[in-house]
């Protein structure tokens, strides 16, 4: 069940341009004006901006800067990322909350966010750490109409859209190095993690994690990734608005998915290799079971790996880690 606060709350954002009167207030929540003066008291106390004019009523001029539904969905002017949005103070992961909710029915378009994580998950079973309102810890439940084999195009196209945001916002140059971790001046600052639930030929539901490190400071990285992890903050000296950096992400990711469902892969193939880490460049490829160089052609049309070492023919790989 909602809280009277939160239907407050919402009803101010829903009436962002105009006054909202008491009296419309305390007959659409059915509470009484005193009611609704006290909410209000403590709504400021909380950080909302909120002006009040005799014989007009109020109106919202700026959430808080924390995150919530509402603060995340203030200002986000989305066709239909972001329309759900479940904020978690703490989690263990987003990515088993956003699982939860695609099975039961979550639309496409659902974000989930989380102030911190205690068991966040990074691919090939690692872990992502993710230290309380430093960083942005989302996963996005998607449901596309492509097949089950095209699936890692959205993990390539979720990079450049981090690639973008990081170039557009902050005025940073990232590069990606395949298949999808942001890198800035060679250290590694945001990481994505696709999981999928489908049949043979359909998909069910994808879920997009994106773990993003923004305002840690070099003491707040664990010990043992120091050497090759960073954050916005490090690279830029600037701390950073977690909320609108994710409004930045969710918009863009609109738009380039809305671009890629309309045109298919090769526009965002095209990005990906202008941002790609070592394109064209000799680089050590490492397996499971061994290391080897060879020369990094690009990426090919399902997302996999192309490589090409001397006196062989090109080759594409699917699981495998450059090494930087
Ligand atoms: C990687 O580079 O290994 C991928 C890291 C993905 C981390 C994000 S944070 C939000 C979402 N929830 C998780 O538990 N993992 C992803």
């Known amino acids: 069940m909602q809280s009277t606060r939160n239907k407050l709350i919402e009803l101010l954002a829903a009436n962002k341009d105009t006054y909202i009167s008491g009296q419309v207030m305390s007959d659409q929540?059915?509470?009484?004006?005193?009611?609704i003066w006290k909410h209000m008291k403590e709504l400021k106390?909380?950080?909302y901006q909120?002006?009040?004019k005799s014989n007009k009523g109020y109106r919202i001029l700026k959430f808080p800067d924390k995150l919530s539904e509402n603060t995340i969905q203030w200002g986000l002017n989305?066709?239909?990322?972001?329309?759900?949005i479940i904020h978690k103070q703490t989690t263990p992961s987003t990515q088993i909350i956003a699982h939860q909710a695609a099975q039961e029915g979550a639309a496409h378009g659902t974000v989930i966010i989380a102030?911190?994580?205690t068991q966040g998950k990074g691919r090939m079973n690692r872990e992502w750490h993710s230290t309380k309102n430093k960083g942005i810890w989302i996963s996005i439940i998607l449901r596309p109409a492509i097949l089950p084999y095209l699936a890692p195009q959205l993990t390539l196209l979720a990079a450049t859209v981090l690639a973008d945001v990081l170039n557009t916002h902050a005025g940073l140059r990232p590069l990606i190095k395949w298949p999808n971790d942001i890198l800035?001046?060679?250290?590694?600052?945001?990481?994505?993690?696709?999981?999928?639930q489908a049949e043979q030929d359909q998909i069910q539901y994808v879920v997009i994690g994106i773990g993003l490190n923004v305002n840690h400071e070099k003491a707040d990285l664990p010990e043992d990734i120091r050497s090759k992890a960073t954050s916005l903050k490090i690279e830029t000296n600037n701390t950073l608005?977690?909320?609108?950096?994710?409004?930045?992400?969710?918009?863009?990711f609109e738009d380039t998915y809305d671009t890629y469902i309309q045109g298919g892969f090769p526009k965002i193939k095209k990005k990906w290799e202008g941002y790609g880490f070592k394109v064209g460049e000799e680089i050590a490829i490492k397996t499971l079971r061994k290391r080897w160089k060879a020369t990094f052609i690009g990426i090919a049309e399902d997302g996999a790996l192309v490589t090409k070492a001397?006196?062989?023919?090109?080759k594409k790989l699917y699981s495998a880690e450059i090494e930087w």
């Open 29 to 35: 929540l059915n509470i009484s004006r005193s009611a």
């Open 45 to 47: 106390k909380d950080g």
């Open 50 to 52: 909120i002006e009040g």
């Open 78 to 84: 989305s066709n239909w990322i972001g329309k759900t």
């Open 115 to 117: 102030d911190e994580q």
């Open 184 to 196: 800035l001046n060679g250290k590694k600052t945001a990481g994505i993690l696709t999981e999928m």
């Open 241 to 252: 608005a977690i909320k609108e950096i994710i409004q930045s992400i969710l918009l863009t």
């Open 310 to 314: 001397e006196d062989e023919e090109p």
